[in-house]
């Protein structure tokens, strides 16, 4: 896994610009920095990568990489799972290569004679800077799912491109504050869909492919998905051996590397699955988890019961109720833009143990978007109730420093309504002062399929890449940890998505892999609630108020929301009110 920053313009400048804004990307890539400059007619490309090594440790894997004809180079941050077969698939084609296994010449050598579809071959997690000479044009490609980030910025003679939004900002010089998209953030608890934070920065989104025309001495571009999951819907026989027979070679996949692979371990039904998976095909297993003093949240019990059922190498590492303030400041400084999750607190702690010994780790991540085991799931299917009208009145009426009012929302007679109570916070828009039509809407239900493979897809086109993986992906990669994530891969997703849905028990979450552990736990390790990455961030917060309190009332924060309502949340310590305070203490780390 690396990171990578570039610019390219039609009027000359320093290429050490690059250097100052680079340092932010290091971390994404401390083994090895690369730097190449490009000078033809009236363009100037600078461009540096940074490797994190982990296939094709050789020298000469190095990136940015050139083509056998010097007319093409390449900048790619990811894994290409299936680079072997490519490989061969390319090698039959003619073309020879001059390294023994690197992922990146593959990924060089298939776009440079199949052109942008060889994309479509790719099984992996990635984001691509591919440049043809000879086209003049070049490329910003992201994953299917949108597991690595790749932010731009441009103008008609400048384009600015790289693995993290601070370093893409520094590098403009002139990005201000977007106020919608602070708003965006106060809803939903992030910046989602292709804008940022700050103005005329944006995101390449999941599965998309942008092509930049540079022929007539400025920058046009084509934007194009070449990936859709919302075509994957179908209704195929399900087959449960086939089921696990792709899930089995995605997490085989996911272990290959020149060095030692490691795992998240929370205890839940996902990291059990894949740990059990390795298992039963005499993988050496090393196994990290987090506990808590609070029992309420601490799963650390049901990770070791895993540990020791599959013989791992087990590490636990131990966040205290009170929790350091410079530690939960690092977590922030890794985000690279406001997120509102606490978890990334726990995320991050692990992930800097398990980087002070490996450099890859495989996590359950994906697995709730995959067997719709979330919580509000289960909930916005089933509350469908005769008196939403009555509800829907008493969350107009509900006191907004009180809480969400999702327990109102969620028993409306609309599918929507009720998924997105369990995402939004329009309340808390309201106790800021805040106009409710200064918001985007990044949630949108299909109401032509089945409303179960409806929700799944709402989760996979935002809260799975705007949510999840933004935050594995900033945690890990702030500690120069690459995450491989089984259940995240585009195949088992399609399998899912394709197939009736009679795998699925509505009064079971995750049936299929509760049956898969079955024979190895008893019931209360099975049906036990989802707990979620978490710890206690109520009693944090409220038993440290008057700092929060005190801090937020003099900070940037208060000259552009109303905090004038702040205080009321300690009438209602509940965890909510916790992480609303969580979310504006975040926010004014990025303003």
Request: glycine letters at 4%.
């Amino acid at each position: 896994m690396c990171g990578f920053l570039g610019k390219i313009a039609f009027t000359d400048f320093d290429s050490k610009e690059l250097e100052k804004p680079n340092s932010q990307i290091i971390c994404r890539g401390p083994d090895n920095t690369k730097k190449f400059e490009l000078l033809k007619e009236n363009l100037k490309a600078s461009l540096i990568f940074n490797r994190l090594s982990i296939l094709d440790l050789a020298e000469n894997a190095n990136q940015p990489m050139h083509s056998q004809n010097s007319k093409s180079i390449l900048m790619f941050n990811g894994e290409i799972y299936n680079h072997k077969e490519l490989r061969k698939y390319l090698s039959t084609k003619g073309r020879n290569f001059k390294t023994s296994h690197s992922d990146t010449e593959v990924v060089l050598n298939g776009l440079e004679i199949e052109g942008i579809e060889f994309i479509n071959k790719l099984r992996g997690q990635f984001s691509i800077f591919y440049l043809n000479q000879a086209e003049r044009k070049f490329y910003l490609i992201r994953d299917r799912l949108g597991q690595k980030p790749l932010y731009f910025y441009n103008t008609n003679d400048l384009f600015i491109f790289g693995s993290n939004l601070s370093a893409v900002k520094q590098l403009t010089n002139n990005a201000s504050l977007a106020q919608d998209q602070i708003n965006n953030y106060l809803k939903y608890g992030v910046v989602g869909g292709s804008k940022t934070i700050y103005e005329n920065i944006y995101k390449v989104l999941p599965a998309e492919a942008i092509e930049i025309n540079f022929s007539n001495d400025n920058f046009t571009m084509n934007n194009k998905k070449y990936w859709d999951i919302n075509e994957k819907v179908n209704n195929l026989k399900f087959d449960k051996e086939e089921f696990f027979s792709i899930l089995s070679e995605s997490i085989e996949m996911r272990l290959i590397a020149d060095v030692p692979v490691a795992n998240f371990l929370s205890g839940g039904l996902d990291s059990s699955t894949i740990v059990k998976n390795m298992y039963e095909n005499d993988n050496e297993i090393n196994t990290f988890t987090v506990s808590t003093e609070s029992k309420k949240y601490d799963e650390s019990l049901w990770a070791n019961k895993v540990s020791e059922k599959y013989n791992t190498n087990h590490k636990v590492s131990h966040v205290s109720s009170d929790l350091n303030i410079q530690l939960a400041n690092e977590a922030i400084e890794s985000l690279d833009e406001p997120y509102s999750d606490p978890s990334v607190i726990p995320s991050f702690l692990i992930s800097n143990e398990i980087s002070k010994h490996y450099k890859v780790a495989i996590s359950g991540d994906g697995g709730d978007e995959l067997l719709g085991g979330y919580e509000r799931t289960e909930k916005s299917l089933k509350n469908i109730n005769t008196f939403h009208n009555m509800f829907s009145k008493l969350y107009k009426i509900y006191p907004s420093f009180l809480g969400t009012g999702a327990n109102f929302l969620s028993k409306s007679n609309e599918l929507s309504i009720r998924y997105r109570s369990f995402l939004e916070d329009e309340n808390l828009l309201k106790l800021l002062k805040i106009n409710l039509d200064n918001t985007d809407d990044y949630i949108s239900l299909n109401k032509n399929i089945d409303s179960y493979k409806s929700l799944l897809l709402a989760d996979y086109n935002f809260f799975l890449p705007d949510m999840m993986l933004f935050k594995i992906d900033r945690t890990s990669m702030a500690n120069s940890l690459e995450v491989r994530s089984p259940f995240v891969d585009h195949k088992l997703i399609e399998y899912i998505l394709s197939r009736s849905t009679e795998y699925r028990n509505s009064n079971i979450k995750k049936s299929l892999l509760k049956n898969y552990l079955i024979e190895d736990f008893d019931s209360n390790f099975i049906n036990r609630k989802k707990q979620g990455f978490v710890f206690d961030l109520e009693s944090w917060i409220f038993n440290n108020f008057d700092y929060f309190y005190d801090y937020l009332v003099n900070s940037r924060v208060s000259r552009i929301v109303d905090l004038n309502s702040l205080k009321m949340l300690k009438l209602n310590k509940s965890r909510i009110n916790s992480n609303r305070i969580w979310k504006l203490y975040v926010l004014n780390k990025f303003i």
